[in-house]
């Protein structure tokens, strides 16, 4: 019974170990620095699950298993810990996971490895963990978000003249039936104009919010181009809550400017285009930015779909 009791307490210690890790920088990066970085995303589950695998296996040695459950424990309770005080939404938490799990994969087997061959100390990796708001501190200092374009086009049977008007101004569109909007991320409502041309404003309700859109080049019936002046939260976050406190819903991504283009193609038909431009400051990159251009794409093709069918529905009136 001792000996259990004796694996139990050690189970406890090394989860905790590593679930501390993560919790303090969790609130270091994203409350104190404003900083979703790599550091938080990809080095702090390596190093939480490296310390909470090197505990564990250092005390029990024969619990090789055990090693990887606990790693695992280790960087599932601080998100539960976000989920149930209401300052992470279901969505993201999700998200954030699959690096965390990958990282927190290799950082068990590193742990694994140290305390198997090497005649490494706490002391010395309790130093590692240290670094982090080091590192952490170092990225938020150092580190730019590019501006990303995302570009989506459709074909509508009907003329440029035809579709322009739906372009600056379209009617309240349905509620979506696709699943992405179904989690919570904000889709396009409706969109109307104030004034004409350039210095016009373009104003489009989100399910979160309404963008202001001051015009800056006005081409009819072919180019449209603006730049976004307010933005919403990306989404309303599945939660136990309804109010979730996350800084990124407001921070990221963040709209700077989008465009229309208008080509007319043969047999009276019309190439609509369109961009967004963006940034997104959460880090790595090109992870985040799968979800962000995904995001964008399924917003652009559910407008588009509604300006195709407004204006090819307009046009068979007239016939």
Known sequence: MKKVSNKVLDRILAIFCGALVGTVMIFFSIYLLAMYGAVLFLLTPLVAATLSA????????DEYGWTFTVSFLSLMLPACLLLLTGLEGVICVAMAALPAAIFGFFGTVIGLSAADRFELKSSQLAMVVFVLPLMGGAESATVTPP??????????????????PHVIGYSSLPEPTEWLFRTGIGYPQKVWMEGA??????????????????????????????????????????????????????????????EFRLTRLAENRTRLEGSTWYDIEMYPQFYWRLWADATVHAVHQRVFNHIKEQAEAQMTARR
């Open 54 to 61: 090197f505990i564990y296996r250092l005390r029990q040695p």
């Open 197 to 258: 041309g350039v210095g016009a404003t373009r104003y489009c309700d989100f399910s979160t919010g309404t963008y202001s859109e001051p015009i800056t080049r006005w081409e009819p019936p072919y180019r449209l181009t603006f730049d976004v002046t307010n933005t919403p939260p990306a989404m309303k976050e599945l939660s136990l809550y309804d109010d979730v406190h996350a800084p990124h819903l407001s921070q990221t991504p963040r709209n700077r400017r989008g």
């Open 147 to 164: 501006l990303n374009e995302v570009v989506t086009a459709i074909e509508i049977n009907a003329p440029p003249e035809a579709v322009w």
